[in-house]
């Protein structure tokens, strides 16, 4: 197991920018619920009036409550530190901070191996008979999750952190707690012997972090059978916050978080035999118009997917897909073949023989994917380039395979750039 990012996860967690705005044990009495509205327990603040969050007040650190509370000084109190985020730094905590997306269910999927959701909590609490705002309560929830190439296996680090707290009328906010629960759907899966964690503040005040492996059962190699071992599995993480004063209305997210993960043994077409992957995440095989190794395949591809009426062959309206509209891995070496016949037949109509120039018959979408040459809707190009350049193409396409464990039917764009 790798677990270096995990490590590097806990070393980040608990960090986080939170300015101290007013002391606990100055706060005033909140006002009666705004504009006679009738919810109870923990609310978003989207629910409550501007005016009304005004007279609020500004939240404190949970740390700093709890010592004003005891009659300490709450410069004595530990508490979390800002983090310092660098442009540099490779901490995919850091990185995700940085991706609005990731404050969604779905978060930020870097890539087939990492993914993480960053969601702000912002709740005020009403008392059980609606009549009376009696505390707001703000969090940061992180789920970094990490499959891999290799194992039949993911693992997640959630946390609750940089919680900020206010209270009125005798509410307490040590007495609220934070549930974070975890359930996946499909299978088989083996789940880890916990699945939740129900917490006071304090407790995830001064412990944030917790950790969850999902594996999938490994029979052996059975690729060779036809038996790839694959797995779909939707992971999801919900939220739940709760106080005594209003017991039956707790804030619930049902859908915090999920992640949607392929366990698979497919053998040596796809990366190393086994492995796990977020099917999320967007693959991309980028070539580059200025290297001289594939310049010639770059440019073949970039005027199929941007003149595609000027390539072979031609046709008014002509579309080839690859941009905007993914391509799909193709394995069955039998229908490659026809693929490259197809693309070759174009060639040879177009440009008659080049047996002795050097040249090689470049096709694209490639014979590898489902919507080549003989996919029959004639959404393609033929042209001849260099037979080392068409070989280093080649290479490239194989790598992005096997990088991605990409498997049959798996979608993946082509990207071109300077």
Not at 357 to 376: H, I, R, V
Not at 378 to 390: E, F, K, M, Q, T
């Amino acid at each position: 197991m790798n677990i270096r990012p995990i490590r590097r996860f806990l070393r980040a967690a608990g960090t986080g920018v939170c300015a101290v705005l007013l002391a606990a044990g100055t706060i005033a009495a909140s006002p009666a619920a705004a504009h006679g509205t009738q919810a109870t327990g923990f609310v978003p603040t989207s629910t409550v009036s501007a005016e009304e969050l005004a007279r609020l007040g500004p939240p404190v650190p949970f740390s700093e409550y709890v010592a004003a509370q005891q009659g300490h000084d709450s410069g004595d109190t530990p508490r979390h530190e800002a983090a310092v985020l660098s442009a540099d730094d490779p901490d995919l905590k850091q990185e995700c901070a940085k991706h609005p997306e990731a404050d969604s269910p779905a978060g930020w999927v870097k890539n087939r191996f990492e993914t993480c959701v960053h969601r702000h909590y912002d709740v005020v609490l009403r008392r059980e008979d609606g009549t009376e705002t009696i505390g707001r309560l703000q969090f940061e929830a992180w789920l970094i999750g990490f499959a891999y190439d290799g194992q039949r296996k993911v693992d997640y680090v959630a946390s609750v952190e940089d919680i900020i707290v206010q209270t009125f009328n005798g509410e307490d906010a040590k007495t609220w707690s934070i549930n974070q629960e975890f359930t996946y759907l499909g299978g088989p899966v083996t789940a880890p012997g916990t699945q939740r964690r129900n917490d006071l503040l304090g407790a995830w005040n001064s412990n944030p972090t917790w950790s969850l492996t999902y594996t999938s059962p490994d029979k052996g190699p059975l690729f060779d059978q036809g038996n790839q071992q694959i797995v779909n599995t939707t992971v999801t993480m919900s939220m739940n916050v709760k106080s005594p004063s209003a017991p039956s209305k707790g804030y619930q997210d049902t859908d915090a978080a999920h992640s949607d993960v392929r366990f698979d043994y497919a053998g040596p077409t796809a990366g190393k035999h086994k492995g796990t992957v977020f099917t999320a995440a967007r693959v991309e095989l980028v070539m580059k118009l200025s290297d001289p190794a594939v310049r010639e395949s770059a440019r073949h591809i970039a005027d199929a997917q941007n003149n595609p009426e000027r390539t072979f062959p031609s046709f008014a309206a002509k579309t080839i897909p690859g941009a905007k509209e993914p391509l799909h891995r193709l394995v069955d070496r039998e229908e490659q073949k026809k693929n490259r016949a197809a693309a070759i037949k174009t060639c040879d109509d177009i440009w008659g023989d080049y047996t002795k120039s050097g040249l090689e018959c470049d096709e694209y979408p490639f014979a590898s994917t489902k919507e080549g040459a003989n996919k029959g809707d004639r959404r393609y190009s033929a042209r001849l380039i260099d037979g080392d350049d068409n070989g280093k193409g080649g290479n490239m396409i194989g790598e992005v395979y096997s990088v991605n464990r990409l498997l049959d039917g798996d979608p993946f764009y082509v990207k071109i750039v300077p």
